[in-house]
């Protein structure tokens, strides 16, 4: 069964660097989005790209934020200059249209 | 008003009984909804779509009522697997994909 994968699972980080989150989304899906989760929080929407161009974004995806879609298969989000409350889960998912297969996450520990 | 807004929980019922989760969003405009569990620490994984004429799947019942904006899960003959927490998702993009998702109900099913 075709899933959605992330790396790296877990990622720390220094206060103030930038970090690279990567993903592959299922290969026949049209939607792209990340979601953070802060441990014992909600998941929060950040982005949603689709015929790559942001189609969505949330008032946390500021200009610390961006996404790219480098190639026909990867789909990153870039964070840059991290601070300690970046601290979370990020997923990525991918769609078909509505419908959202969710990846593992990856873990960011920013210290 | 928080966008979607869920059951506090948790819900600690006995194997086989029946259980019902509530979920109300404010955007009159969503279009789509969803229910979505999420085990500890894992990613969220879709349960179901709702659509207007409700939907069932096996045990899970999903309801959606436009006017109320209010949104709902059954689900009978409750099993030890079903322990999870139970996120009520919901598309309020204008021009994409945007998904607010609940605080979610966590839900224990006892031996």
């Known amino acids: 069964e075709p899933e959605v994968t992330q790396t790296p699972s877990h990622q720390v980080t220094q206060m103030g660097q930038e970090v690279i989150l990567r993903c592959v989304p299922i290969?026949?899906?049209?939607?792209f989005y990340w979601y953070r989760q802060i441990l014992g929080q909600k998941v929060e929407f950040l982005v949603s790209?689709?015929?790559?161009?942001?189609?969505?974004k949330s008032e946390i995806f500021d200009d610390q934020f961006s996404v790219e879609r480098p190639d026909g298969s990867n789909f990153t989000l870039k964070i840059r200059s991290t601070k300690l409350e970046d601290s979370a889960m990020y997923f990525c998912?991918?769609?078909?249209?509505?419908?959202?297969?969710f990846g593992p996450g990856t873990r960011l520990t920013v210290l | 008003r928080k966008e979607v807004e869920q059951d506090p929980g948790p819900f600690n019922v006995p194997e086989g009984a029946t259980v019902a989760f509530n979920c109300t969003y404010s955007?009159?405009?969503?279009?789509?909804f969803f229910w979505y569990r999420q085990d500890c620490r894992k990613e969220p994984k879709l349960l179901m779509s709702?659509?207007?004429s409700g939907n069932e799947d096996g045990r899970f019942t999903a309801q959606l009522n436009r006017a109320s904006q209010y949104i709902s899960l059954l689900i009978r003959d409750s099993k030890l697997s079903d322990s999870a927490t139970y996120l009520c998702?919901?598309?309020?993009?204008?021009?994409?994909?945007?998904?607010?998702f609940g605080p979610g109900t966590r839900l224990s099913v006892l031996p």
């Open positions: 998912a991918s769609s078909v249209r509505n419908e959202q297969f």
């Open positions: 290969s026949n899906h049209l939607y």
């Open positions: 790209f689709y015929n790559n161009e942001i189609s969505e």
């Open positions: 955007n009159s405009a969503s279009q789509s």
């Open positions: 709702v659509y207007s």
């Open positions: 998702v919901v598309n309020i993009g204008n021009y994409g994909q945007n998904f607010v």
